[in-house]
């Protein structure tokens, strides 16, 4: 079995209308020297904006709300909560057809990771939204989306 890989390591940069990308902290000036990159080398990299910080706690409230409030989540934890959901929703989750002895092929899933490095800030906002819809549709059927998203800000740390 193969070791899976490392995930590369990740710097910060900063954007600028006129100097276009520029280092965005000490660290990163650090790692390219170290790196032994030069004035003028080609680099390839992927640009992504990383999520604000407050986003990360607004879905783990989204889990406490179905913890307080929802009989099925009642013995979970927040983040679980979230696992749940994501689950049952099929929302940013992996797929994989697995051959299940005396069964044949099933069609497995797992939530992906929805941490900052995983998930940028657009397409969290996206997965949020779709997560509150379906809490509604499932379990609050009197409630609309807009709603659960503003229960869920107003919930306690």
């Known amino acids: 079995?193969?070791?899976?890989k490392s995930k590369p390591e990740k710097f910060a940069f900063r954007y600028d209308e006129k100097m276009g990308l520029r280092f965005g902290d000490d660290y990163t000036i650090r790692r390219?020297?170290?790196?032994g990159y030069h004035h003028e080398d080609l680099l390839f990299a992927s640009i992504s904006k990383p999520r604000k910080p407050w986003y990360n706690r607004w879905v783990h409230k989204?889990?406490?709300?179905?913890?307080?409030?929802?009989?099925?989540?009642k013995y979970l934890?927040?983040?679980?909560?979230?696992?749940?959901?994501?689950?049952?929703?099929d929302i940013e989750c992996f797929h994989m057809v697995v051959l299940a002895k005396?069964?044949?092929?099933?069609?497995?899933r797992w939530p992906e990771s929805i941490s900052f490095e995983n998930m940028e800030q657009g397409?969290?906002?996206?997965?949020?939204?779709?997560?509150?819809?379906?809490?509604c549709e499932t379990y609050w059927p009197d409630m609309d989306p807009e709603q659960i998203e503003e229960m869920a800000k107003v919930m306690p740390d």
């Open 1 to 4: 079995m193969k070791k899976p």
């Open 32 to 35: 390219m020297k170290e790196r």
């Open 62 to 73: 989204l889990g406490t709300l179905c913890v307080d409030n929802i009989e099925p989540f």
């Open 77 to 89: 934890d927040a983040h679980t909560s979230i696992k749940k959901i994501q689950w049952e929703a």
């Open 102 to 108: 005396d069964i044949g092929p099933v069609d497995t």
């Open 123 to 135: 397409r969290f906002e996206e997965m949020f939204k779709k997560m509150c819809a379906y809490v």
